[in-house]
């Protein structure tokens, strides 16, 4: 059997093999860490469900109904006329939104949710209004039927009452809204309009919860918000991006303008033929960093970190005639799939940087140790650890990068193969086979 095991080319046919089954512990730590991430959204839709989840906001938009007739033939041969209810859907001119969100961190067991409560105003200018161009006779609009209704996502975030200011009179909001038309959830309130087309402005203050996401629907002509926050790390998501932003140490301030050039829908309509909940932009306060992301994206690597350190101690063999059991790569292979499972769990209570420096010190210490002991000699032990090292700082400066991340991979594995060819270039592989008294015991 130790003849065998002395053949080179069993040799490596059996770390071929060793390295195809440390892929199946390798894809179960994968699993591992989707299953904390799934735990991680878990906890954070439990705690935003309590608070409120992220808000999208549509409005406010105007709505006037009106009547159609239509004559329907009756099997008898009688005309009967029916008259349908329609509304017709008016956007602002101009949409003004101000506001700070005031950000806090909860916990759910280890794990970290944005929740934030802003305090918004609106400012809408409809102008006068001029229905001659909907195509609707006059006649036909029930004016004290008009109602304004504001989209909002998940209600339980309303902090006080919501008051409607339109011209000089003040309305208070209903919970739910009149019409689907635009959206299914919010806030509308009948309002009286004149039909001799006057003016029309209205503002409202907005005092809202949510997690994590800010979310607008650009439905003034021209719509302008501006918001500041003390969140240092936003990220801003959706259609449009701010038009000024700064971020500092301090929180952020932004300021989107977004014309109705910009979007895909009028500034009036009749039903249902366009949705403005579609087109959102907003703010992100998500957690910056993510140590399930960092973990799988390590975990990618585990297949180079194998190959890598058994092609470090098939060259130990053949170089220095020390015969290495295959249980001894089994179990330096543990060691190395460990190490996936070390980083996940410090990651999960520390910082993502110090988790990954001391469970690559623990399985890099380890590694020498039991090199130490396996090949009888501190120098190549050292050696062996110091190839670990480099290849382990490798991967965590690929990590780090996100724009360059393949880049420095690819010159990082060019690299390896070309130090692997240099000291490989005056090795006979047709006269390799090791006898008993070359073999160090």
Known sequence: MKELFQNVFFKMGMIAILILLLLIPAFMVE???????????????????????GQKIVGPVLTIPFITSRNVTQKDGSVKTIRDREYYHILPNDLNISGVVNPEIRKRGIYEVVLYGSDLKFNADFGQLDLRGSGVPEEAF????????????????IRDQVVLKVNDKKVQFNPGVTNRDIVSSGLSVPVKLDSNRSAVRMNFDLHLNGSEELMFSPIGKETKVALRSSWTEPSFDGAFLPEHRKVGKDGFTADWKVLHLNRNFPQHWIGRDHQPEDVLFGVNLKVPVDVYQKSMRVAKYAILFIVLTYLIFFFVEVLNRILIHPIQYILVGIALILFYVLLLAFSEQIFFNLAYFIAAAMTISLIFLYCRSMLKSWTLAAMTSIILIILYAFIFIIIQLQDFALLFGSLGVFFILAVTMYFSRKIDWFDLKKTADEVKE
């Open 142 to 157: 029930e004016w004290d039927q008009a109602f304004v209704t504001v989209g909002i996502s998940d209600l339980k975030g």
């Open 31 to 53: 699993g591992l860490i989707k299953e904390r991430m799934h735990r991680q959204i878990e906890a954070k839709l439990e705690v935003s469900s309590k608070h409120a989840y």
